[in-house]
């Protein structure tokens, strides 16, 4: 972990003691007596690297960028020993060791068991000179027709790229409710204990899906197509005749309006990552929104249980895409001399820093500049945590299209004037889906609730710096002062009593 972002982390936890004696809320209590699988605080404790049950492993080297003919600080353009090396090594952690190397392609990874790893982000930096534009085209457009490359929301200059080999296994015959632990299947004898599954519902031609995800408030969706759909991912904890259990609870109902059923989760990509290095881009002035081109740092699609650790991003339009299932995210730190420059657009230096799938943690993150959406959430994201971090004035991205019940938790959002400012297209929904929660979130500045356009009266709103003179919000809200709020992370208390529980079931077994 960075350093300094640890030292604040223990002055935060040493500031609530001094402070004199917390406060717990109504939504878990002490130690979680308080909480239910059907809570409005939903669980987040599988989010995450193999859902927080293993720690990232140290893979070893196996593999050095140099042997494939990379020369560090030699002012060449290295991109093709880079390429060797991701091709011709079979498994463990390309070493690329110190020194600055200069780069002119995507270095994609498309199998699994592959880490890059620097000497350190101090001492390993990666340069990106081109724009993705320039060396793979990928023009669109944005929801309201302007003409933008498709870099401007997706796509990194390193890409872990997959599939997750999806496949139809069974219809779900009866209805079930949130939180519940028990799914009734029309073809049991294809399922086993201790595979992991999907659950996928998909909208009715009443939009009742997308609706329903917006606990009934869903606002203006005219322009939301009637593909919606919301999936989960668990593992099977027992078959029965016409049943069969699940690890997690629900995250919703289930309605067989939505055409509920079972599909294959079986990633092609898995326990690959980048660590230790720093990723730049030359310093140019930053246009604005839709101006990007794709100077993009990393991208994660359709992989699961991977991570990106200990990384500098320098001079990025965007940072991180982790659009994908259990990967985590830790100890970054955002960067620019953009700022600089005069002709820099409105004081932000990018467009997206960090951007979420399902399931994703992203921890001990430091933005020492400002992005558009600093934190970022779209598309029936579900399951994500933001923690453990700070900024200089953090905006909670929720683009709209129903992102719910996804976590922002023990962060320092610096000036909190950001903190609700949201994108996202006209007739999409509001911006927040379903129990949407902000736990413990410190801003200089007392902020004022979030509009109604924000999200449903699900919210929940829990330990932030609000001012007190305003009329009561429509959301879920408990007026406890951030440093008096315990615990201060709710994910990691929640993944504690579960770990705990397991541990104790798994004891009771064996005796």
């Known amino acids: ?19 004199g004696v917390g406060q717990h809320s109504s939504l878990w209590g002490k130690e979680g007596e308080l909480w239910t699988p059907k809570s409005q605080l939903p669980d987040f404790s599988f989010a995450g690297y193999h859902s927080g049950e293993k720690a990232i492993p140290r893979v070893p080297i196996t593999t050095n960028v140099t042997d494939y003919g990379a020369i560090p600080n030699s002012g060449k353009d290295g991109t093709q020993a880079f390429i060797k090396a991701i091709e011709q090594t079979e498994s463990g952690v390309i070493f690329i060791p110190a020194g600055h190397y200069i780069l002119s392609d995507i270095l994609w990874i498309k199998k699994s068991n592959i880490a890059l790893r620097g000497a350190g982000p101090e001492k390993t930096i990666l340069e990106f000179r081109p724009d993705l534009e320039d060396v793979r085209p990928n023009m669109g457009k944005t929801t309201s027709g302007k003409a933008t490359s498709n870099y401007s929301w997706s796509g990194g200059f390193i890409w872990i790229k997959g599939s997750y080999r999806e496949k139809f296994i069974s219809k779900i015959t009866q209805e079930a409710e949130r939180g519940s632990y028990s799914i009734s299947v029309a073809n049991p004898a294809k399922l086993k204990v201790g595979q992991y599954i999907t659950i996928e519902l998909r909208e009715d031609k009443n939009k009742s899906l997308i609706k329903y995800l917006y606990s ?10 009637k593909t919606v759909k919301t999936k989960f991912t668990t593992k099977i904890t027992a078959v029965n005749t016409q049943e069969i259990l699940i690890e997690r609870p629900l995250p919703f109902d289930i309605k067989l309006t939505w055409n509920p059923f079972i599909k294959t989760f079986n990633p092609s990509v898995s326990e690959s990552g980048v660590e230790d290095l720093s990723i730049t881009f030359p310093n140019t002035a930053y246009q604005g929104h839709f101006s990007e081109r794709g100077k993009n740092g990393i991208a994660l699609n359709s992989v699961a249980n991977c991570w990106v650790r200990n990384v500098h991003f320098q001079n990025c339009d965007s940072g991180l895409y982790m659009h994908g299932q259990f990967c985590t995210a830790m100890d970054l730190v955002f960067k620019s001399d953009r700022l600089k420059l005069k002709n820099n657009h409105m004081g932000y230096t990018g467009h997206h820093g960090l951007s979420a799938g399902l399931d994703c943690l992203f921890e001990n993150f430091d933005f020492q500049t400002h992005f558009i959406h600093d934190l970022g959430l779209s598309h029936a994201n579900r399951g994500n945590v933001f923690k453990n971090g700070r900024g200089l004035n953090l905006s909670l991205d929720h683009h709209r299209q129903a992102p719910y019940e996804n976590l922002f938790s023990n962060l320092d959002a610096g000036i909190g004037s950001d903190l609700w400012r949201c994108g996202g297209g006209k007739g999409l929904g509001k911006h927040c889906g379903a129990r949407g929660t902000f736990w413990n979130i410190r801003t200089e500045k007392k902020i004022k609730f979030p509009k109604d356009d924000f999200g449903p009266p699900s919210l929940n709103f829990i330990g932030l710096n609000f001012k007190k003179d305003l009329a009561p ?6 007026d406890i002062q951030p440093q008096k709020l315990i615990p201060a992370d709710i994910h990691s208390a929640q993944l504690q009593k579960r770990l705990r529980k397991k541990s104790s079931s798994a004891s009771n077994k064996n005796h």
């Open 216 to 225: 009934g408030d869903s606002g203006d969706i005219t322009n939301l197509k």
């Open 473 to 478: 919000s429509m959301f879920k809200h408990e």
């Open 1 to 19: 972990m960075n350093l300094k972002l640890q030292f604040f982390i223990i002055c935060i936890q040493l500031s609530s003691l001094l402070l």
